[in-house]
């Protein structure tokens, strides 16, 4: 179906989780606060949070600084493997490491993992369809499932969702808009976070 207005995507992935992700730590509650006012200017239609304690704790402080828009659940904003990819998708230099990285995905993560990822581009994607008001969501999720719609958002291969890292309370913004290939307005910012939040979550060689 034909977009008729411009779908702006807010990915957000969890603030910092306790050791057992049984919820969020006091640095994780703070980043989750903090997003919340970032995003209080926002013209937020709807906040999207996976299943999890650390996301729906998280969605919980983002919306409890907004106004006029309630949390709701998701299961395809979960935590999973939205593609495992056989070695001859993956550049051979690197075959070896991502694949020894995803040996440890569970047979049910295996099962359900690319379905719900499926199920997440038909839902948070694409242009609106129905209507001519421009849409702001916010999807409170994770790090593989932020990694997943930028890659779908770059046109890159399935396998490309690997490599990509996101930090606890981050921003990313995908635009869709009608008739124009998606784009990536913002990817891993956060401006709203002291020096002493930013980078948690986030692989330690890899911080700039």
């Known amino acids: 179906m034909t977009g008729t ?16 992700e049984s919820g969020l730590t006091d640095a994780g509650r703070r980043q989750a606060t903090l997003l919340g006012r970032r995003l209080r ?20 402080l983002i919306t409890g600084e907004l106004a006029g828009v309630t949390a709701r659940v998701a299961e395809c904003a ?22 020894d990285f995803l040996a440890g995905a569970t047979e049910e993560e295996r099962r359900c ?14 242009a609106v369809t129905h209507g ?3 849409r702001h969501e916010l999807v409170v999720t994770h790090n593989f499932l932020v990694a997943w719609l930028v890659r779908d958002a770059m046109h890159a291969p399935k396998w490309r969702w690997l490599g ?17 290939a998606a784009s990536v ?23 700039v």
């Open 164 to 180: 990509l890292n996101h930090a606890n309370a981050a921003l990313t913004v995908i635009r869709y808009a009608p008739g124009r």
């Open 132 to 134: 001519d008001q421009d």
């Open 78 to 99: 979960g935590d999973y493997v939205p593609h495992l990819p056989g070695r001859d998708e993956l550049p051979a230099g690197s075959a070896a490491f991502y694949l």
């Open 113 to 126: 993992g690319p379905e719900l990822a499926r199920q997440a581009l038909r839902r948070f994607t694409g």
């Open 185 to 207: 307005l913002l990817s891993n910012d956060m401006r709203h976070l002291p020096a002493e939040l930013c980078w948690t979550g986030f692989p330690a060689e890899l911080r």
């Open 5 to 20: 207005a411009t779908r702006y995507l807010y990915l957000a992935r969890h603030g910092e989780a306790s050791p057992d």
């Open 41 to 60: 200017d926002v013209p937020l239609t709807a906040v999207h949070h996976g299943p999890l304690p650390r996301a729906e704790e998280t969605a919980r």
